[in-house]
């Protein structure tokens, strides 16, 4: 069984840095990308990052590039959203993904969800 755990959200000022984390257990993510998607109230879920788990190979939305960084760490199998210069508009519900296979920008190309953590930025 899949499971997937986020913390790290909060409340931050504009300008700020959280880190995201996503405990992953249940399976070995050798085969399987991981993704970061955000969802702010009355929105649809947005892609925000995602990781090739056996090659470290990221991609990330183009209004984020620059500013999140996505990673993962074997050892602990968990995977990071590294989150700099907040800004209002970043405020949303976090969801951490996986999905066997490549990289995927869809929402629904994933097959597992964590619960999600609120990030909150204040102006």
């Known amino acids: 069984q899949v499971q997937l755990v986020e913390s790290g959200g909060g409340l931050v000022q504009a300008g700020g840095s959280l880190r995201l984390s996503c405990a992953a257990s249940g399976r070995t993510f050798s085969g399987y990308s991981m993704g970061w998607f955000r969802q702010a109230p009355g929105k649809e879920r947005e892609f925000v990052a995602a990781i090739i788990w056996s090659t470290d190979t990221s991609y990330y939305a183009d209004d984020v590039k620059g500013r999140f960084t996505i990673s993962r760490d074997n050892a602990k199998n968990t995977v990071y959203l590294q989150i700099n210069s907040l800004k209002p508009e970043d405020t949303a519900a976090y969801y951490c993904?996986?999905?066997?296979?490549?990289?995927?920008?869809?929402?629904?190309?994933?097959?597992?969800w964590g619960q999600g953590t609120q990030v909150t930025v204040s102006s």
């Open positions: 993904s996986a999905r066997s296979g490549g990289i995927s920008s869809n929402w629904y190309g994933y097959h597992y």
